[in-house]
């Protein structure tokens, strides 16, 4: 059968068995009413140390929560200066304002849409924030990742790390979630590990941040009736936990796939305007987003073409952080040299997903080769 058409995402692809497998599991946990919390939690939690190599996994509700359960853990508090990149999601901005601290937007570099080490110590020097979210985007992870960590913690500034859309990806052979500080990951369903609904993780290797993080998640709780903190109710639901937990036996050939198809397209379209990106040496990717760059001027053409040909597309993001009309009365000063807006006018995504076929890839990237 010859394609016509390719989702931008798809969320259907199984493993034979997994559907049978999450429903007879579901079916369990209702007969024993494990709803929330339950032994399915820590089993998912041991797993998820395991396979990100962090000591501590902390299911919580979501992504956000996470960061914000984080920036808590650390210790930020009303009125701290936060740094964030001016290129991510959303999330990583409100997250700041939602405990009360300051967001100050730093730009990113342009060519590998991240942070760097020059303008973060810039940054630093200017605004002597209390902490700062570093974030890894695509799939990637910062390449100045180990330099960022190391000057952050000579200058006393507290560094989280937003992973929602790395899990897997390792910097030097070695996992982002496992290496961190603290680290927090989304399972919202469209990422590398999903869910069937909301829900996120925070992972660190040390012990206080842990049982600190444990509190926050559940009500500020020290004992069922005792509370010791404001909290949040931010805790993993057993049927989440479940299907996360089913997911991760099938984690290294969801990631292969992914993998191989950003590959794909990095070979099958070479030398034309349109250029595909991959993560820096240092870095090995989990193919969350195949990400490429454009002429701002000719993205629009290409997109039509996409459309005609029935091909979902991405533009993550398509506005940096600073200029989102929701950060008006919250950004407490920024660093901005128009590269973050310039990545947002100039990044193009093509489909990827876990079993994407070589028949999609092709038909996307014919498409691409024709239009030029
Ligand atoms: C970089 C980044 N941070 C935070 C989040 C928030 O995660 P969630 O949607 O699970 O709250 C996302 C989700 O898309 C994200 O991509």
Request: aromatic share 10%.
């Given at each position: ?17 997994f ?14 009413t ?5 032994p ?24 956000t ?44 570099n ?20 209390k ?6 985007l ?18 006393n ?40 609904g909301?829900a ?9 941040l ?15 009736y005792?509370?010791?903190m ?28 992914r ?23 240092q ?20 997109i039509?073409?996409l ?5 979902g597309?991405g ?20 660093i ?34 024709k239009?030029?």
């Amino acid at each position: 059968m010859s394609i016509s058409q390719v989702p931008f995402i798809t969320l259907n692809r199984f493993e034979p068995g997994f559907k049978e497998n999450f429903l007879s599991g579901v079916a369990s946990l209702f007969e024993k009413t494990q709803f929330v919390g339950g032994p399915i939690v820590g089993e998912l939690e041991a797993e998820l140390a395991k396979v990100s190599g962090a000591k501590y996994a902390i299911g919580c509700a979501n992504g956000t929560d996470a960061i914000q359960i984080a920036l808590r853990a650390v210790g930020v508090d009303k009125n701290d200066k936060v740094l964030v990149p001016d290129m991510t999601f959303w999330a990583t901005f409100e997250a700041v304002v939602n405990v009360g601290a300051n967001p100050i937007t730093v730009d990113v570099n342009r060519q590998t849409c991240h942070w760097d080490i020059s303008t973060f110590k810039a940054a630093v020097a200017e605004f002597k924030p209390k902490a700062a979210i570093m974030v890894h985007l695509y799939g990637w992870a910062c390449p100045d990742t180990l330099e960022i960590r190391k000057f952050a913690k000579e200058a006393n500034v507290l560094l989280i790390e937003d992973g929602a859309q790395c899990f897997g990806t390792k910097i030097n052979g070695e996992s982002i979630l496992g290496s961190a500080l603290i680290a927090t990951t989304s399972f919202y369903p469209a990422k590398v590990l999903g869910a069937s609904g909301d829900a996120g993780a925070i992972f660190t290797n040390d012990e206080l941040l842990n049982q600190t993080s444990r509190i926050l998640i559940n009500h500020g709780r020290t004992d069922h009736y005792s509370h010791g903190m404001i909290g949040w109710n931010s805790r993993i639901g057993a049927y989440e936990s479940l299907f996360l937990k089913l997911s991760l036996e099938h984690i290294a050939s969801r990631l292969e796939s992914r993998r191989a198809a950003v590959k794909f397209y990095a070979e099958a379209l070479q030398g034309l305007p349109f250029k595909p990106l991959l993560a820096a040496n240092q870095v090995w990717e989990n193919g969350y987003c195949a990400v490429g760059m454009i002429d701002p001027a000719l993205r629009p053409g290409l997109i039509d073409s996409l459309k005609k040909a029935s091909i979902g597309h991405g533009t993550i993001y398509p506005g940096a952080m600073s200029l989102q009309s929701g950060a008006k009365g919250h950004l407490a000063g920024s660093i901005d040299f128009g590269n973050a807006h310039y990545v947002s006018q100039a990044v193009l995504n093509l489909p990827s997903f876990a079993y994407i076929t070589n028949e999609e890839l092709d038909y996307v990237s014919q498409c691409v080769r024709k239009h030029f």
